[in-house]
């Protein structure tokens, strides 16, 4: 190998690594300011390089370089991205109440607008549309809970049943306990609306009166019977049949 070769060798290297140190310098700062996307592709652009030349230059120490801080640049990506995810994970498993749900919507609400501000930054679209199907949720339960105490049993039985068959497929634990809990309030209240009337109904007439099967009115019964505030004084199974309290207090 001639000397005039060795050098227009030495010299090529020498670009290459001068090269790879500016793109490690560009790295540095788009991972100052948390721009993980555009550090990524200028590691990408490293390395290929470097898989450009391996075979002509020893470049093993500066392939390894590059690979760290691409793993080190991931690790950091996943760790700021994860902080959104917990929180979101977190709020799912808030338990929820009426009472409750209005600042409840203001925490999701703050989580959104900040997924929103940085949903390129960190790749949260996904949670970014998880986000907007709870909303969308959310703001169904909201209205029945609005609504339900005051319209006729039929139809507000007829908005809870429907959210919980269109909420079936969709995986928010706090949404499905609250609008069971409000479901079971609107059966209370119809139960406690017959003690008011009768003085006993057979199982089979509230069924037909709830438009529920006489098995899951005797559930509900079980569920009322030892409450000290319900409308049931005494359930006898031999024949069915369901005696009211008449000195009741209001239980919702």
Known sequence: ??????????????????????????????????DFNSALIKIESALTLLEEYKTEFDLEKETKEFSEIRQNVLS??????????????????EILTE??????????????????????QYNLHDLHDDINTYFTFIKKLYTIISSYKILNYNDASGKILSFIKESSHVN????KVLVTIIYQNLLFIQIESMAKNYEKLSVNEISEKMSISPDKIEDLINLLINNPKSPIKKYTQYNREVIFNKRIKKII
């Open 76 to 93: 950091e990506f996943d760790s700021h991205r994860n902080i959104y995810i917990r929180r979101y994970t977190n709020l799912r498993k």
């Open 172 to 175: 928010f634990p706090n949404l």
């Open 1 to 34: 190998m001639s000397s005039d070769h060795k050098f227009d060798r030495y010299k090529q290297k020498k670009e290459i690594i001068e090269e790879l140190d500016f793109y490690k310098s560009i790295i540095l700062k788009k991972m100052d300011i948390d």
């Open 99 to 120: 009472a409750n749900l209005e600042n409840f919507i203001k925490l999701l609400a703050m989580l959104k607008n900040e997924v929103d501000d940085n949903l390129n």
